[in-house]
């Protein structure tokens, strides 16, 4: 059985402020607090491409959102240590798995969504010999603010 990168787990020491993201020094502690690495998501829904996407899944009638999912983290030095990340979508996906390498987008995965789901993903550190795991509930709520 392989083991994974063994987290410290206890409540998170990063204060955020509103709207204010401060990167933390990490303790270089043998564990990794479980907050060294996270997954966000944003999801919108572009009303004129409706009939483009719901004609390539077939889906007549069923709301197709765009979702974007990206890795952060409060850690300085966090994201330049992560190698890639392989994100595990619903089965449904003609692509369910998929690896993302570009840091500058922070590991960025775009896709189209008709239904809420639990996405995982593996993150690969260059200093650890096993990845993380993470998971994130895609929800599909938006509040219809994003213009794209």
Same mark, same amino acid.
């Given at each position: 059985?392989?083991?994974?990168?063994?987290?410290?787990?206890?409540?998170?020491?990063?204060?955020?402020?509103?709207?204010?993201?401060?990167?933390?020094?990490?303790?270089?502690?043998?564990?990794?607090?479980?907050?060294?690495?996270?997954?966000?998501?944003?999801?919108?829904?572009?009303?004129?491409?409706?009939?483009?996407?719901?004609?390539?899944?077939?889906?007549?009638?069923?709301?197709h959102y765009d979702i974007?999912?990206?890795?952060?983290?409060?850690?300085?030095?966090?994201?330049?240590?992560?190698?890639?990340?392989?994100?595990?979508?619903?089965?449904?996906?003609?692509?369910?798995? @998929?690896?993302?390498? @570009?840091?500058?987008?922070?590991?960025?995965?775009?896709?189209?969504?008709?239904?809420?789901?639990?996405? @995982?993903?593996?993150?690969?550190?260059?200093?650890?010999?096993?990845?993380?795991?993470? @998971?994130?509930?895609?929800?599909?709520?938006?509040?219809?603010?994003?213009?794209?």
């Amino acid at each position: 059985m392989r083991e994974f990168v063994e987290l410290k787990v206890e409540p998170s020491k990063v204060v955020v402020e509103k709207g204010v993201k401060r990167e933390a020094e990490l303790d270089k502690t043998e564990k990794l607090p479980a907050d060294y690495v996270y997954l966000n998501h944003v999801v919108f829904l572009r009303e004129h491409r409706q009939a483009e996407f719901q004609s390539r899944t077939g889906l007549n009638g069923i709301p197709h959102y765009d979702i974007r999912i990206i890795l952060n983290s409060y850690y300085k030095g966090a994201l330049e240590n992560v190698k890639y990340v392989e994100y595990f979508l619903h089965k449904s996906y003609p692509e369910p798995i @998929q690896c993302r390498s @570009q840091k500058s987008n922070n590991f960025l995965l775009k896709e189209l969504a008709y239904g809420e789901y639990v996405l @995982q993903a593996k993150v690969y550190l260059n200093d650890r010999p096993e990845p993380i795991l993470l @998971q994130r509930y895609i929800t599909l709520e938006h509040n219809g603010n994003f213009n794209s």
